[in-house]
């Protein structure tokens, strides 16, 4: 819980980095000393040494500061590497996810004090739900995974339910290699190949009434 002291508001000097990436850390230390419900736009712009109208210019409210958080991370997540032809989709998918918890190690408190807060907020909640489902989407097809029709949904769905499952243990991962994120995420990953709506992750070149 975020102490008197630590909440108090202080002006920065400008920091290095786009305006954007300048607001997001802002927005992230903020987070870390106010708590995500108490962030405010006056206030990031303070951090980031920004006017407020230049701050609302790059992210207009805190619904988008937090859509704005999760691109970065898919920016992180998906455009590094290349995928070895002899992995398998499932490979594939624990490698991207592990890069995922990997980018939010980077800011690992600020990130957990930004799900933490959120979850106790329904309407930013509903914003950043819709948009994982756009995180979701992209890392399966990374992973050489077919996202299209009925049998698409549920894959999205299931690596949902994966990426819950392996999330609750990163947020209590106390290990330097995040080793008990990576067996929760190889746990979540085994029981999703049983599920007959997974298809087991099954990529692109199989044929949907097989997958089925």
Do not use: H, Y
Request: overall charge positive; aromatic content about 4%.
């Amino acid at each position: 819980m975020a102490t008197k002291k630590s909440a108090k508001k202080t002006a920065k000097k400008e920091k290095a980095g786009t305006p954007l990436e300048r607001v997001i850390d802002a927005a992230l230390d903020e987070a870390l000393a106010s708590g995500w419900r108490q962030v405010s736009m006056e206030a990031v712009a303070s951090r980031a040494g920004m006017s407020l109208g230049d701050v609302l210019l790059e992210v207009p409210n805190k619904a988008k500061l937090l859509v704005k958080f999760i691109d970065q991370i898919d920016e992180r997540t998906i455009r590094p590497g290349k995928a070895a032809p002899e992995e398998s989709s499932r490979d594939r998918l624990f490698e991207i996810l592990m890069r995922r918890f990997d980018a939010m190690n980077e800011r690992r408190e600020e990130a957990k004090a930004v799900i933490s807060g959120v979850a106790r907020d329904p309407a930013t909640a509903f914003v950043g739900l819709c948009r994982l489902k756009k995180s979701f989407v992209m890392m399966l097809e990374a992973a050489g995974v077919n996202t299209s029709g009925p049998i698409g949904c549920l894959r999205v769905a299931g690596l949902k339910a994966v990426a819950a499952a392996a999330l609750r243990a990163w947020m209590t991962d106390d290990s330097t290699d995040l080793s008990k994120t990576m067996a929760a995420l190889d746990r979540a990953l085994d029981r999703a190949e049983k599920l007959a709506g997974m298809a087991r992750w099954r990529g692109r070149k199989a044929e949907e009434p097989e997958a089925a």
